[in-house]
């Protein structure tokens, strides 16, 4: 990337929305994915996630295999997502519309709005909370509702400022953020060596009753943070030019998952900490809270930039999305820019209700177990999809609505392709049937595994099996397909099949 090019850009607002990228205005690399995807997992966010097994009263070392197994599954199920905005210069959401039909990508929308909300939240929740309580510490700065107020505020305006110049100015916030954040979290080694115990053992030891469903809960967890990026690559991946190597791209996605191990395992390590020296913090389920009481005095400043970087990193990776994402699905009315606006102001009151008037903050577990169960079946028809097609996708007829238009390869029967959508709405809701949180939430069918979480194998494998069903029994048009593709050819007719109209 032409580095003056890029110095001058980041001072432009970002004019592309959600059309095809133009050839000539892809510059970016697999390592910019790269620094994107772990600058926005490298804070504060992700260390309270990583206090999840300790939280669920596990032990170290099994929260170790559970985040590390729960990270590595959502990493290579979140790799070929980054496929899409390279193949097709747009969004993922957009792209959702060559396997759910050009209306029926609104399903990736609202999972990309929620996700946005729920990470946006934690991130300034957690980094406001960090920011004050260190401040307090470090210089007296009092911590009470106004002071709280004003830094959600602080990150809130900064984040949305990025967000509103766009791409360029949000990459060199993550490239600073990526080295920055990393050795803050890496001099915590030295602050917490002393009093850490490898052998912390937890409430919830192997064999016990409850351990099964506290480790596959905290893995979900730690899970949730490869999932939530799924419907957000393509924002960034659409400026990798089209001919960049497959692999080198989903070895980006797969090797920044990787790379949050050291925000994770701060959160862990410290929690454990935390659980030994300041119970009633733990009890409290108030992480944050409890690393600030059992750092040391020196500990506090690196707490603040913390705060600071992580709340500007992660919460423009998930606001930039988002607001791209709505001025797809209204056109005629929002601009990237106006969009970004509004669910900006829409989160910023959210966040504020709920820390402030309504005492609304739901459970973080729950909300990412929710997540990841209407997500990832999304993902994996997406991907199946993907093979399926062996990866041609044709980018022009993807934009059918958000000019405005009807008709295309991908418009199927009025816009809406219910081979997708007959895979993940089923599969969606039998997944949230088995979900089984203990005192947050249990599905109707929550307990018919001994009080195990099975709602992502259930989801997964419902997906798999009847989306491969759909489309076993009714072949969609031969002109989805390349036009070398035998399918192409006597398949279907593509003038009649599904009403849809042939490009």
């Known amino acids: ?206 064999g016990k009753e409850g351990f099964w469903a506290a480790f596959i809960g905290a893995a979900l967890v730690a899970m949730s943070n490869p999932i939530s990026f799924g419907a957000f690559l393509g924002d960034w991946a659409r400026y990798i030019p089209r001919d960049t190597s497959k692999s080198k791209i989903m070895l980006a996605v797969i090797a920044s998952q990787i790379a949050t191990f050291i925000p994770f395992m701060f959160g862990l390590a410290t929690a454990t900490i935390v659980a030994i020296k300041a119970p009633d913090y733990i009890a409290a389920n108030n992480y944050v809270g409890g690393l600030l009481a059992v750092s040391p005095s020196w500990f506090f400043l690196p707490v603040c930039l913390l705060a600071v970087i992580g709340g500007m990193s992660t919460g423009t990776t998930s606001l930039y999305g988002t607001g791209l994402d709505m001025s797809s699905v209204f056109p005629r009315v929002l601009s990237r820019v106006k969009a970004t606006l509004l669910i900006g102001v829409m989160s910023i009151a959210f966040i504020f209700i709920g820390r402030f008037a309504a005492n609304l903050v739901q459970s973080v577990s729950t909300f990412a177990v929710l997540i990841i169960t209407c997500t990832t079946p999304w993902m994996v028809i997406m991907i199946i999809g993907l093979v399926v097609r062996r990866g041609y996708y044709h980018p022009d007829d993807l934009q059918v609505f958000t000019r405005g238009e009807k008709g295309g390869r991908y418009w199927f029967t009025h816009g809406w392709n219910w081979r997708g959508l007959g895979a993940w709405i089923p599969s969606a809701m039998v997944g949230l049937c088995f979900v089984n949180l203990p005192g947050q939430f249990v599905g109707p069918l929550g307990n018919l595994a001994q009080g195990i979480d099975i709602s992502l194998p259930v989801t997964l494998g419902l997906a798999s099996v009847v989306y491969f069903l759909l489309l076993s029994l009714f072949p969609e048009s031969a002109a989805v397909y390349a036009p070398n593709d035998p399918r192409s050819k006597g398949l279907n007719d593509p003038a009649i099949s599904d009403s849809q109209q042939a490009a």
């Open 1 to 206: 990337m032409d580095n003056n090019n890029n110095a001058h850009s980041i001072t432009r607002i970002e004019a592309f929305g959600v059309e095809q990228i133009p050839d000539s205005a892809r510059d970016a690399t697999p390592r910019d994915l790269f620094r994107l995807i772990f600058g926005g997992a490298n804070t504060f966010a992700t260390a309270v996630l990583g206090s999840f097994p300790v939280l669920f009263g596990l032990s170290f070392q099994a929260g170790v295999w559970a985040i590390v197994l729960g990270v590595l599954i959502g990493a290579v199920i979140l790799a070929p997502m980054g496929l899409f905005g390279p193949i097709n210069g747009t969004n993922n959401a957009v792209s959702s519309g060559a396997h759910f039909g050009v209306h029926g990508r609104v399903v990736g929308s609202f999972l990309s709005l929620l996700t946005a909300i729920a990470f946006f939240s934690l991130s300034v929740w957690s980094s406001g909370d960090a920011l004050i309580g260190g401040a307090k510490r470090l210089i007296g700065v009092p911590e009470n509702d106004f002071t709280l107020a004003l830094a959600y505020g602080l990150f809130a305006v900064l984040v949305l400022t990025v967000c509103i110049y766009g791409f360029r100015f949000m990459l060199w916030v993550n490239k600073v953020a990526v080295w920055s954040a990393s050795l803050l979290f890496l001099l915590g080694i030295f602050a917490f060596a002393g009093p850490f115990d490898v052998n912390f053992s937890g409430s919830v030891s192997m």
